[in-house]
């Protein structure tokens, strides 16, 4: 049998070295690309009432938290000052409970927050010999897919009450204030990415409400505040906000009756996102790789 010879041409020497370095730049390039569209290695959030306490999830940290459809809620922390004799201690994160609402893709996410105890019903209250109670909940909010933007914010209250009669002039606050692309509150009230929303329900002598509704819209000059809503619509572009909710809880008078607020709901609306230049810079470099690897090919 005769010999066989191979016509095939050769490849340059040190070719096979250079295709697969510039298979590791595309590799690398497409990785870079897509490596924000992974999802979060964070726990499903609970789905009814009355949810985990906040200390469930760990210390507070960016990766400790819980994730409902598009959103992850994480980096918690709690601090109250104000309380005193007759109440059962000031909440904390084992005190404070979160379970989300909210099923799809782009639709609304609700986190709700509530504190119960045994004794009286719930931690966020000023009872005898507390004057003034302030609970803060700080929290990070962030899409866990860089497809998806936070666009709207709306906050509600749970029930809220004082006996009848009470003392004029007993109040129920809450203030979600907001620095919007930071993972934590850092930012200041003249800065262009804060905002708050706020509903505080007055009380007179008979225990009839009077509720007031602000919300302060984030501008390159500070906020702009606005009445008679509890909804805020956000810029674009924003993934992450940084959040710190403060809960107030006033008794005009060292004397009367309880006054209390057990529960609030943030809702978070999210969109589809506006690709940022730096993708674009990726998915351009991406695609020169795939070009160049195709032109060293026909040309060997």
């Not at 010879?5 to 040190?14: K, L, T, Y």
């Not at 298979?23 to 990785?31: D, I, K, M, Q, Y």
């Not at 909010?141 to 998806?148: F, G």
């Not at 009669?165 to 620095?179: K, L, R, T």
């Amino acid at each position: 049998m005769g010999a066989r010879f191979d016509n095939r041409p050769s490849a340059a020497p040190g070719g096979g070295v250079r295709a697969r370095r510039w298979r590791v730049v595309l590799a690398a390039s497409v990785g870079l690309c897509f490596a924000n569209f992974g999802w979060a290695a964070i726990s499903s959030c609970p789905t009814s009432a009355s949810g985990s306490a906040l200390s469930s999830f760990g210390a507070q940290s960016a990766s400790n938290g819980c994730s409902q459809v598009d959103l992850n809620f994480d980096n918690f922390s709690v601090t109250t000052t104000g309380n005193s004799a007759g109440n059962t201690g000031d909440p904390t994160t084992g005190d404070v409970e979160l379970y989300g609402t909210g099923t799809s893709d782009l639709g609304p996410i609700l986190a709700h927050f509530d504190s119960t105890d045994s004794s009286d019903g719930t931690q966020w209250v000023a009872t005898e010999g507390t004057r003034d109670l302030v609970s803060t909940l700080d929290f990070q909010v962030a899409t866990n897919n860089s497809a998806y933007d936070i666009d709207s914010l709306t906050l509600s209250l749970g029930d809220y009450t004082t006996a009848n009669p009470s003392n004029a002039g007993n109040y129920v606050e809450v203030m979600e204030q907001f620095c919007l692309g930071d993972t934590t509150f850092s930012c200041s009230t003249s800065s262009s990415n804060y905002g708050y929303i706020e509903e505080k329900v007055t009380f007179n002598e008979s225990g009839a409400p009077t509720i007031s509704e602000i919300v302060c819209t984030p501008g390159a000059s500070g906020c702009t505040t606005s009445t008679g809503s509890l909804t805020l619509t956000l810029p674009s572009g924003y993934t992450t906000i940084g959040i710190s909710e403060v809960v107030t809880v006033n008794r005009e008078i060292d004397a009367g009756q309880n006054i209390y607020l057990d529960s609030f709901s943030d809702q978070f609306g999210t969109d589809t996102a506006v690709p940022e230049p730096g993708a674009f810079w990726l998915l351009a470099t991406a695609l020169a790789g795939v070009g160049i690897v195709r032109l060293r090919k026909h040309s060997a």
